[in-house]
């Protein structure tokens, strides 16, 4: 099973078996996330579906309303697949902290979810900034970071602005490769310089170019948890530059009836060299490049890079 398997499966899961996502998941400390009375079940099986559009059909014709990445989603984000990685990413992120002996009291966390990081991020910031371009999204965040003081933006992170220069930026589960090409990367590392004290610190992490090469087939994934069932198809380009997944999700509502909406997520798998040079490129020195989980695959590469003296954008 690949990396991104694993994350988007949020288990190692063995294909076409069931497994109960309160037996699996548990947080950094080991504690056990869900209720074990919750009805949760996660299960995968590599198959070819037919052509018909997932989106406008399904086996019983019902409609399915498109929305916006993470719209409906956010719901079952972090049972899925967030607190699956988020132990990696803390870990990636403490290596770093400790390998170079930064010192940070202000960060901003860019693509920030369901804001499970910040509250790890917290313990290490006095000043801290959530941004997020997704309404629904950054409500999670909002009930996650209670007790913590987070400022919430709803921003595209191309387009980002603080109200304050901050000492570290991080972009971790896979942000930049929601965007399309070099170009926007460099919109968006731009934005970042634009937005850090001289001397900052941008941490990030994506998955590269290659990182499903030579992988076939369509990867089917049914999720399930409260009153929400979820119908994932997963096509994975052959040569490695990227992924789309369509999320077909079914909720039942209190007046009996059932809510229907599909999502299609799509992500660009960038080379690392494109990523390299779009950081230099826009003012960066290169810190560190590693894997994301130690002694891991180089299909999910962890950045460090620190913005130079006299630097903005």
Known sequence: MTRLEKKMTGINTRINNKIPVDRMYSDVNGKNKLDSNQESEIYTNKSKVNSTSIGEKTHNKAKYRRCAPYTIFSSLYDVAMGEAVLPSIIDAFSRSLKKHQFSITSIADVGCGTGRFLRYLSRNSTVLYGVDNSPSMLKRAVANTAGV????????????VLPDEVDCITC???TINYLPNRCELKRAFQAFARNLKPGGVLVLDYIPEGASEGETGI?????????????????LDPKGRGSRVTILM???RRDGGTSRAYEVHEQRWHAPDTVDNALQETGFEMLETSTVEPNGK???????????????G
């Open 172 to 174: 971790t589960f896979d």
């Open 250 to 252: 079914r909720q039942k």
């Open 149 to 160: 003081d987070v400022n919430f933006l709803e921003q595209d992170i191309r387009q980002l």
């Open 219 to 235: 990867l089917r994934q049914f999720v399930k948890w409260k009153s929400m069932s979820s119908q994932w198809r997963i096509e």
């Open 298 to 312: 180089n299909n999910w590469l962890h950045v460090v890079a620190r913005l130079m003296p006299m630097t903005h």
